[in-house]
C-alpha cells in the first residue's frame, strides 16, 4: 500500500532520469550542470580561486602581511602597492590575500561544525521522538528566537575573543537552524517502509541511522552547509569589525574594515573598499553556489 | 633709486595691509554676546557628581553649571602654573606659616542657581566631601590631598586649608576642574543629591537632558564673573560614534568637539572646510605606557622587563605614530616640559630612549638570551577595546617587540572587562595603560608608579620601596631643584634600573572646530577650561 503511493509521487520518469544521472560520467555530468547552473558555476570558479589563493597565501602575496613599512603609510594604490597601503604601511593586497585564509578557514571550520552538530542532533530528534524531541525543539526554539549576530556576541561575550573561540562563537547558532531543517526530513524518512523494513529485521537503532536515515539527509545537509559558509564568513567579519573576532595584527577582512573604514574613508578609502569587496564577493559565491546546490539536490526544485 | 622707491612703496603698503588687518582681527576679536554655542560629547555622563566621577563625558556638558574655588586661567589655559580665582577673591593666596596655611577669602556675589548665596561654609562642605568622604560616599581624587591637614571656615567669607606639610602639589591639586562647588545645606541633608541633580553656581543652568541625545544649559544672568558668560547657552550632543562627530562638525550642526581628534579626522575637515574650520593642538597631559605583570614569568625577571622597553623605538614611534593616533611626544612618566620632567637629553640616558634604537635593541637581544625567557612562546598581551589611542600603538608595539624575538599575541577587550582583568583577575602577561591627568601636577600624577600597595592604579603588582621612599622625600620638598633630582631618580628607578612600568608616547590634542567659536584655548587636558564663560561666536 505505501510503496503504490510512492510510485504516485515519483513518476517513472524521474525515476529513469535519475538512473540515467546516476549512470552519466563525472565530466559530463559537470557539463550539464554548468550549462543548466551558469551563475552557480561562475561562483564555483569564485570559491576556488578564493581556495587557491588561500592555500598558497605565501607564494601569492608580495609583502608579509603583518610587517609595517612605516615609510610608505597610507599610500595609494600604486605599482609597488597594487591596492594600496594601511594606516601601518601593511600591504592590502598581501593582506587580502592571507585574510582569504583566515575567511576560509574559520567559515569552513564553522560551517562544518555548526551543519554537523545539527545533522546529528536533528536526526536524533526525529528518530527518538517522544520527550526527548520535545525538550530539544523548545530548545532550538529558544536559539532561533536571536539573529545570528546576537547569539554570536553572547557566545564572545562568554568564551572571549581570538580565532579559536570565534569558531565556537560563530559554529554555535548554526546548530539549532540545522537541526531543525533536518529533522524536518528525517521525520518523513523514519516512517518510510524500509525504515520500517530495517527496523523489522532487528537492526540496531544506530545502523539504521547511520545506513538509512543519514545518507538521505545528505542533500539537506549539503546545502545548509554552504548557505552557513557564507554566513559564517560574514559573521566572522562582523565580529572583527567590532573588535571581537580575530586580534591585531592577523590579516582578516573585518579586522581591516575595523582599522580604517571609517577614520580614512575620505583620505584613503581604498582601505575599506578593497576589503569590503573581497567580503562581498565571498558571500556572494557561498551564496550563489548553495542557491545552485540547491536547485539540483532537491527533486522538487529539479522538475521545475 | 627706482628700486629703492618701489621697495618703500611696497613696504609703506604692505604696513597699510598688516594695520588694516590687524585692526579687523582685533574687531573680530571683540566678544559678540549671544548664540548657543552647540558641541558633539563623545560619551553620557556616568552620574552628575564630579567628585565621584573622573570622565570627560561629565566635565563638557555638565563642568558649566559649576564654579570652583580657584581654576586654570582660562585666557591662558595652555600655561602650566596660571591658576586664578573662581569664586574666592583676588589672586590665589600665598601660603603662610611655613607653606602650611592657605587662606582663601570667598566672593559675596556669588549664587546658587536656586538664588541662594554661597558661602565658605559651601565650599568647605565641598572640600571635607572631596578630602574625607563619609562611608559608601565615593571620591575619586582623595588620595591627591594627603598633605591636608583641615579645612575650616571661620566666618561665611574664609576658607582656611592647614597642611601636614608644605606641599607644591597642593594648589595644582585644589584647582582640579572637578571640584565643584556644591551647597553645604544640600550635602547635609543627602550626600548622594549631587549623583542625579544638578545646582551649580557656573556660567550656565541646567535646562534639560535627552538621555542618549543631548543636554542643554541657559545663560546665567547672575553669574559672578560679570558681564559673562557671552552665549546664550549651549547643547551638547552625545555622539559615540568619531565618524558621526566629525560629520556633524562638518554639517555645522555642531561647532566643536573638546576631547580631541585623531590627525586623520583633522586633515579631512581642514580639507573639506578650509578656513571655517580653526585647528588647536596641544601635547596631552596623557601618556600611553605598557606595564608588565611582575608576578608573571618571565616579566617577574627585570632583564626581561628591560629587553621590552628596549626594543621600543619611541623617537621613531613619534614621527610615524603622530600620523595615525593621537599620540606624538617622547617624554617620560611627567608631563614633557614641566619644571620637574626631565629633559630630552636627560631622557636619551635611559634606556629605551636611546637615540641609536640598534644598539637598544641588540642589547634587549641579549638580556633576552640571558635571562632564558622562552622565546618560542607567544605570551598575552592585553589591550583596551579604544582604537585611538590605543590598538593603534599596540598594534605598533606588537611589531616593536618581535623585532628582538619576543612575541605577543594582541588580546583586546571593551573597557568594562579590560579594567576587570588589570584590577581583578589580572590574566594577562604585559597590558596597555594610561595615565590621564588633569591640571599639570607631576608631583601628584607620579603617584601611580608606586608600589602595589600604595598605589590603586598601579596594575603590574610590583612593589618598589626605593621608589616609595624617593617620592615620600620629594612630596616633602619646596625646592624646585631637589625635587627634581628626586623625580629624575624615581623615572630612572622606574623606566630603567628597577624597569617596572613603561611610558612610550604623550597623546598629542588636536581640536579642529569651527571659526566662529572665539575666546576658547586648548589646554593640556580635555578636563580643563570647560566653564565655557569667555567663549562667544563669531556669526
Known amino acids: 500500500m505505501t510503496g503504490e503511493a510512492i510510485a504516485v509521487r515519483l513518476p517513472r520518469a524521474d525515476i529513469e532520469a535519475e538512473l540515467a544521472a546516476a549512470r552519466r560520467p563525472f565530466f559530463k555530468a559537470l557539463g550539464t550542470w554548468v550549462r543548466n547552473q551558469p551563475l552557480g558555476t561562475v561562483s564555483l570558479l569564485g570559491i576556488i580561486f578564493l581556495i587557491f589563493m588561500a592555500i598558497f597565501a605565501p607564494q601569492l602575496s608580495p609583502f608579509d602581511p603583518v610587517v609595517p613599512h612605516y615609510d610608505e603609510m597610507l599610500a595609494a594604490p600604486n605599482a609597488e602597492y597594487w591596492l594600496g597601503t594601511d594606516q601601518y604601511g601593511r600591504d592590502i593586497l598581501s593582506r587580502i590575500i592571507w585574510g582569504a585564509r583566515t575567511a576560509l578557514y574559520i567559515g569552513f571550520t564553522c560551517a562544518i561544525l555548526g551543519s554537523t552538530l545539527g545533522l546529528v542532533l536533528g536526526v536524533a530528534s526525529a528518530y527518538i521522538g517522544g520527550w526527548f524531541d520535545l525538550v530539544i525543539q523548545r530548545m532550538i526554539d529558544v536559539f532561533l528566537a536571536f539573529p545570528l549576530i546576537i547569539l554570536a556576541l553572547v557566545a564572545v561575550a562568554v568564551f572571549g575573543t581570538g580565532t579559536d573561540k570565534v569558531i565556537i562563537a560563530i559554529a554555535l547558532p548554526f546548530v539549532p537552524e540545522c537541526a531543525r531543517v533536518v529533522r524536518a526530513g528525517a521525520l518523513a524518512l523514519r516512517e518510510l517502509p524500509y525504515v520500517d523494513a530495517a527496523r523489522a529485521l532487528g537492526f540496531s537503532n544506530l545502523r539504521i541511522i547511520l545506513r538509512h536515515i543519514v545518507p538521505n539527509c545528505m542533500a539537506t545537509y549539503l546545502i545548509m ?12 567579519a562582523s565580529l572583527s569589525y567590532l573588535g571581537l573576532g580575530v586580534q591585531e595584527p592577523n590579516a582578516a577582512w573585518g579586522l581591516m574594515l575595523q582599522g580604517g573604514a571609517e577614520e580614512y574613508a575620505e583620505s584613503a578609502m581604498w582601505i575599506a573598499v578593497f576589503p569590503g569587496l573581497a567580503i562581498t564577493l565571498a558571500v556572494f559565491a557561498f551564496n550563489l553556489f548553495g542557491d545552485a546546490l540547491r536547485d539540483t539536490l532537491d527533486p522538487k526544485l529539479r522538475a521545475r | 633709486m627706482k628700486s629703492i622707491r618701489r621697495k618703500a612703496v611696497c613696504t609703506a603698503l604692505a604696513a597699510i595691509a598688516f594695520g588694516i588687518s590687524a585692526a579687523g582681527s582685533a574687531g573680530a576679536q571683540t566678544p559678540k554676546r549671544g548664540g548657543i554655542l552647540e558641541f558633539v560629547v563623545p560619551d553620557e555622563p556616568p552620574s552628575y557628581d564630579g567628585h565621584r566621577e573622573g570622565t570627560f563625558a561629565l566635565i563638557h556638558p555638565v563642568g558649566p553649571f559649576y564654579s570652583l574655588l580657584i581654576r586654570i586661567n582660562p585666557d591662558n589655559p595652555s600655561s602650566l602654573t596660571d591658576i586664578v580665582c573662581d569664586v574666592c577673591v583676588g589672586k590665589v593666596p600665598a601660603p603662610t606659616d611655613d607653606n602650611t596655611t592657605y587662606t582663601f577669602k570667598i566672593r559675596g556675589d556669588v549664587k546658587f542657581h536656586t538664588g541662594e548665596k554661597l558661602t565658605a561654609q559651601d565650599v568647605v562642605a565641598t572640600y571635607k566631601k572631596i578630602i574625607w568622604p563619609p562611608e559608601g560616599v565615593r571620591s575619586q581624587r582623595r588620595q591627591m590631598y594627603s598633605m591636608v591637614e583641615s579645612v575650616n571656615a571661620p566666618d561665611d567669607s574664609t576658607v582656611v586649608f592647614k597642611l601636614k606639610f608644605a606641599s607644591n602639589a597642593f594648589i595644582p591639586a585644589l584647582a582640579s576642574p572637578f571640584n565643584w562647588i556644591y551647597q553645604k545645606s544640600v550635602l547635609d541633608k543627602d550626600m548622594h543629591w549631587y549623583e542625579k ?36 547657552g549651549f547643547k551638547a550632543i552625545f555622539a559615540k560614534k568619531e565618524s558621526l562627530r566629525v560629520q556633524a562638525i562638518r554639517g555645522d550642526r555642531a561647532a566643536i568637539e573638546f576631547r580631541g581628534f585623531p590627525p586623520a579626522a583633522r586633515d579631512d575637515l581642514v580639507k573639506a572646510l578650509g578656513k571655517e574650520i580653526t585647528v588647536q593642538e596641544s601635547v596631552w597631559n596623557c601618556g600611553i605606557s605598557f606595564v608588565p605583570n611582575h608576578k608573571r614569568k618571565p616579566f617577574d625577571d627585570v632583564r626581561v622587563r628591560r629587553a621590552l622597553t628596549l626594543a621600543v623605538d619611541r623617537w621613531g614611534g613619534s614621527k610615524y605614530l603622530s600620523k595615525i593616533a593621537l599620540v606624538k611626544t617622547v617624554g617620560g612618566i611627567t608631563y614633557p616640559g614641566h619644571a620637574l620632567s626631565p629633559t630630552n637629553e636627560e631622557m636619551q640616558q635611559i634606556a629605551g630612549w636611546w637615540p641609536d634604537i640598534k644598539k637598544s635593541r641588540a642589547e634587549a637581544r641579549r638580556l633576552l638570551k640571558e635571562s632564558g625567557a622562552d622565546l618560542s612562546k607567544e605570551y598575552k598581551f592585553l589591550v583596551r577595546g579604544v582604537d585611538q589611542p590605543y590598538k593603534i600603538v599596540a598594534t605598533w608595539l606588537v611589531d616593536q617587540w618581535k623585532q628582538v624575538g619576543i612575541n605577543f599575541k594582541q588580546e583586546t577587550h571593551p573597557t568594562g572587562p579590560y579594567l576587570n582583568i588589570l584590577r581583578q583577575t589580572k590574566e594577562f602577561d604585559v597590558s596597555t595603560d594610561a595615565s590621564c591627568n588633569y591640571v599639570v601636577n607631576p608631583l601628584v600624577d607620579v603617584t601611580k608608579y608606586l608600589s602595589a600597595d600604595r598605589s590603586s592604579i598601579q596594575y603590574g603588582q610590583f612593589i618598589d620601596r626605593d621608589v616609595d621612599a624617593a617620592y615620600d622625600k620629594m612630596i616633602r620638598l619646596t625646592d624646585v631643584k631637589e625635587q627634581r633630582k628626586l623625580m629624575l631618580d624615581i623615572t630612572k628607578l622606574t623606566l630603567d634600573t628597577h624597569a617596572n612600568q613603561f611610558s612610550i608616547l604623550w597623546w598629542h590634542r588636536i581640536v579642529p572646530h569651527r571659526s566662529y567659536v572665539k575666546g576658547w584655548k586648548i589646554s593640556p587636558s580635555h578636563h580643563m577650561n570647560q566653564h565655557l564663560d569667555n567663549v562667544w561666536l563669531d556669526k
Open chain 1, 225 to 236: 552547509l554552504t548557505s552557513f559558509l557564507g554566513q559564517a564568513i560574514l559573521t566572522e
Open chain 2, 197 to 232: 541633580n544638578i545646582n551649580g553656581s557656573g556660567p550656565f543652568i541646567f535646562k534639560e537632558r535627552e538621555a542618549g541625545a543631548f543636554m542643554r544649559g541657559e545663560r546665567n544672568p547672575d553669574y559672578h564673573h560679570k558681564g559673562l558668560p557671552y552665549l546664550d
